[in-house]
């Protein structure tokens, strides 16, 4: 039997929360692989800032480079309309037979879980996996396995909001990660506007 986490989100953009995440649960779980699954946006979904699917999965490909047991995993991406992790985990637990999946959520997930499409089936066919987040509550009705993590109080949005600021995003995000964002000018980025 595989043993692979999954990590599904926006990585808009990916930041060193994801990571460490990831290669946490890997470890303290003993996995083999943890897959992330970016979600598909839209083209015409109203957004503040102009980064494309393509480009999210480019920024998203740099942040996994490094760690040879990080995955992308485009399912999501190349589905049309929404996807629902009920679906998308159909799909992959029929793909992948001899494979025990793992969907890592971080607490503002865990809150929210109730209201996932479908959650009681879901729930029945992938085990979650769940890390605290700073501002977010913890209780669940729903079985998790609970990692616990140093928790670090950082978000894309924050990382956004610096990048639109010019404020620092060193040590947040990979390196390759803001060097990319930086020549491509993602997120409103002002050229020239880095202090390091
Ligand atoms: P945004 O601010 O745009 O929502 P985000 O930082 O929440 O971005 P997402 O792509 O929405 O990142 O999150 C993907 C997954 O990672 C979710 O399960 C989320 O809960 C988890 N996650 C992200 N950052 C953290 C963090 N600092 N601590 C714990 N979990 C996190
Ligand atoms: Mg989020």
Known sequence: MNHIGIMGGTFDPPHIGHLFIASEVLAQLKLSEIWFMPNNIPPHKDRKYNVTNEQRVEVLS?????????KLQLLELKREGPSYTYDTMKILQEKYTNTVFYFIIGGDMVEYLPHWHNIDELIKMVTFVGVKRPG?????????????????????????????????????????????????????????????
Request: aromatic share 10%.
């Open 62 to 70: 740099l942040a996994l480079e490094d760690h040879p047991a990080f």
């Open 136 to 196: 977010y509550a913890f209780p669940s009705q729903y079985p998790l396995i609970e990692v616990d993590i140093p928790q670090l109080d950082i978000s894309s949005t924050m990382i956004r909001k610096r990048l639109q600021e010019g404020g620092n995003t060193m040590y947040l995000l990979p390196e390759k990660v803001r060097n990319y964002i930086e020549e491509k000018q993602l997120y409103g980025t002002k050229e020239g506007s880095r202090t390091s």
